[in-house]
């Protein structure tokens, strides 16, 4: 089981790929590796982030400016949200979000190719707090291992992809993972739920089917999505779970940045201060391994449909 991260070597900021020739397999490579549940590291930045950029992140009194969880932004609106306070300073965070973004989707694109224009831009993120002894209410627990999953953002059998980068210049972020999605949904699926949620009813399928036509927010939920939902609680819920699991510990050192399916990949950040985070949703369509896919795995399981 090889479940730790493989660094990358042969893509870097700036110049791209190493040898461009062999790109297009390289790049599909990495995409399989990450939906088979692997995560890739860089080392050193592989996109631009100004060092004055990342200094302005780092020097802010978070504490003083009114702030929820995170920071996050929405690329697709330009939308700066959980913070208030100083316009100035709000106007600058915006700009560095803006920038960052444009800079992760670019890098995205080129070195995942077999996604690029085909997945959905998520929202991106800064976490300025240790994680450590946080005291979050226990669903919003970050210590606790789990999956992702978006109450208002069903991907519908798509994946999460996540970009990842440690600011901190000195200290290394520390995740536990765990087993491969197989193994856990395996275990656990039976007793979250998955049958209840394989059989759900023909009307309430259709129901969230057409409130997710509408666009109303948190509809367009697939059985898959309402299982996720669940399955993120349910882990965090199951002290047998998170005490007996086999665990896996990642030191993430300062300014390097790793690439994960957060969706597959169980995982609790033990330690840390200052991440920066972009988020994309891939598609059934866009995998190129979709056999690999949590709701493929889980239909399996379960012996029917739970994306339609
Ligand atoms: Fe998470």
Redesign the pocket.
Known sequence: MNLSWIVVEDYRRGTGWVNPERRDTRSRRYCELLESGQILMFPELPFALPAEDQEFLLAQEWAELRLHKNVSYRPGEDILKGVTGNPETIGRLRSIFRNYSTAVIDFAGKFLEPYAGKCTIDFSSFRPFEEERRGLPLHKR?DLL?V?AFPSRPTQGGRILRVFTNLNPKKARVWNTTEPFEEVAKRYAPDAGLRRFAEQSWVRRTVQDLGGKLGLRGMGRTPYDMFMLGFHDYLKENTDFQRDCPKIRLEFPPLATWLVL?DGVA?AVMSGQYALEQTFLIPPAALVRPEQAPYRILEKLAARPLVS
């Open positions: 970050n789990h992702d957060t995982h």
